[in-house]
């Protein structure tokens, strides 16, 4: 019970400094990497922990691999999504 009220502490730390980037005035570029960053690891908490992903190493990999396939999958249609819209290139 302990390591769950510590990762929640953590991920409420981490929500107060989302909350902080949001309010300071920097560039958006900047804004979305500190967004991003702090994203990722209060996912990577949240999956590790709750999900239970950090005691089965086999589960992790079998999600880790899943999601990487499914990322290619779907930058693999990127191409055919810019032919619908641009028209082909040989036929102008």
């Known amino acids: 019970m302990s390591k769950d009220l510590?990762?929640?502490?953590?991920?409420?730390?981490?929500?107060?400094?989302?909350?902080l980037i949001a309010y300071q005035s920097i560039t958006p570029t900047q804004m979305f990497t500190r967004m991003i960053v702090v994203a990722v690891i209060e996912a990577s908490l949240a999956l590790l922990f709750f999900m239970h992903l950090a005691d089965n190493r086999g589960l992790l990999w079998f999600v880790v691999i899943f999601n990487g396939f499914v990322l290619f999958a779907m930058q693999y249609s990127w191409t055919d999504s810019f032919r619908i819209s641009n028209g082909v290139p040989w036929a102008k």
């Open 6 to 19: 510590i990762v929640y502490v953590c991920l409420l730390v981490l929500a107060a400094i989302q909350f």
